[in-house]
């Protein structure tokens, strides 16, 4: 009897480790799935800076969708149309989701210049330190109703810990993973 109390705490210890196994893939899944889309979010802004070729005209939505907004609002958070993405990688028009669409990942853009953008010569920014933060629900489940609605702000007031309204529900920072990724983009001087 004893044998089989030993065998049965064995047991349940490893049926109850199977969790944390599950969700530690589930997490790892998710950091290289979302660290992907963000990655991907920075090479569109590499493809449109080609666009950019000065400091007033060319930073419009219509010239570069993702790297406009944010080098002519700098140093604030922006939501680019195309700011969602699927489990797969797959951009999302988020603005366009639906509440039940899966949208697995969502992300906002910032850009400082690096220079005067004011200037003419050699002091004229021709360079941007862009970031983008990109976040997800640890659960998988869809933050479609978030990236839809929330502002940069809204997203760094949860990430600063103030608990955010996403429809009729309240969310806090303990539901989120986030990954941030920066670079510097050259603006075409040609």
Known sequence: MMG?????????????????????????????????????MLERMSAEAVL??????S??????????????NQGQW?????????????????DAAA????VAYCSHVRAVFLGNPSATGPTQATAARVEVRSFYAKTGR???RECRTWTGDAVE??????PQSAGTV?????????????TIIRRNTQ
């Open 170 to 182: 309240t969310r806090n920072r303990s539901e989120y993973g986030t990954i941030f990724l920066s």
């Open 157 to 162: 007031a949860l990430f600063d810990g103030t």
């Open 4 to 40: 089989l109390a030993i065998l049965a705490v064995g047991a349940v210890g490893i049926v109850s480790l199977q969790r944390f196994a599950v969700m530690g893939t589930m997490t790892s899944r998710h950091i290289t799935n979302v660290t992907n889309a963000t990655a991907s």
């Open 99 to 102: 509440d039940n669409d899966p």
């Open 59 to 72: 930073l419009s939505a219509a010239t570069m969708p993702t790297l406009g907004p944010a080098l002519a």
């Open 78 to 94: 922006q939501r680019p149309t195309i700011r969602g993405f699927l489990i797969d990688g797959s951009p999302i028009d988020a």
């Open 52 to 57: 950019w070729t000065d400091n007033s005209t």
């Open 142 to 144: 869809s933050v479609a």
